[in-house]
């Protein structure tokens, strides 16, 4: 009998990443300010999607 083992999957994110998504949660932050975060390059628009589970417009 074979036994699949899955392996682990790392994603790298940039290092504010923990601390915009944890401000997003918490509701300290609003998706303005979570988009603003992409416009500042503290996060991706790819880690904006993550967070807010919506697609980043270039304008809001």
């Known amino acids: 009998m074979a036994v699949r083992v899955k392996a682990a999957?790392?994603?790298a994110h940039s290092k504010n990443y923990d601390k915009v998504r944890r401000y997003y949660e918490r509701g300290l932050w609003t998706k303005?300010?979570?988009?603003?975060?992409?416009d500042c390059k503290w996060i991706t628009c790819d880690e904006?999607?993550?967070i807010v589970g919506e697609e980043y417009a270039e304008e809001v």
């Open 9 to 11: 999957t790392t994603v």
């Open 48 to 50: 904006y999607e993550e």
């Open 32 to 38: 303005a300010m979570v988009h603003r975060a992409v």
